[in-house]
């Protein structure tokens, strides 16, 4: 039997799962590379740590390897329950808290390597966490698609994973959460459909609804699927 040691965290309610021990040793010069090996030669692992019974849908798991450019600490590899993640916000903030937990750092700047390039961030006191993610940056406005009965306006951006971003006049509310996530569903089919995709032929896998904020201290409020089947993302970071 093999042990793994795990540490779960929440930022916002969505959880990451840090493999701190027990976890595969990976082959490869590059974090890119590195995901390529845990795909091809242990996909089993990432789903026995973040499936049910162990985990579930909303679960991001994290795990630990060494660092790739100089400026980092250690580099990590994202997964969830469909498959692997260039970067993720909610799950860089996770790492750095699980990091200052096992007093692998205090308060100040961590640099992660991740598959789409070196992460900074910030611990702050009070539990608080700044992140500096990759560049990123709008390669296509005013991408329209039909869907659901109705031309949907959205923009195709690019923070670590793809996103196509469309304004609504209101964001769902929680008990709506399973419509808009078909919705969303339906609109990325239409965008496979009509061949939109990201630079170098990437798939736009994240879908996101952003409306008006609801707190007066918040610029909007988003909606954000997630790849494949669509499990929501609970944290504001997507």
Known sequence: ???VRIIDSHTEGEPTRVVVEGGPELRGDTLQEMR???SDRFDEFRTGVVLEPRGGEAMVGALLTRATSPEAQCGVVFFNNVGYLGMCGHGSIGVVRTLQYLNR???GRVVLDTPEGPVAAEALPEGQVALENVESYVLRSEVCVRACGREWRGTVAYGGNWFY???VERPPTFAEREL???TALTVRRALEAAGIIGDSGAEIDH???VGPPERSDANAKSFVIMPRRGPTDRSPVG
């Open 1 to 3: 039997m093999r042990t």
């Open 165 to 167: 971003q469309c304004a």
């Open 36 to 38: 390529a090996d845990f």
């Open 105 to 107: 750092m205090g308060t």
């Open 180 to 182: 808009w996530r078909e």
């Open 207 to 209: 879908i996101e609804f």
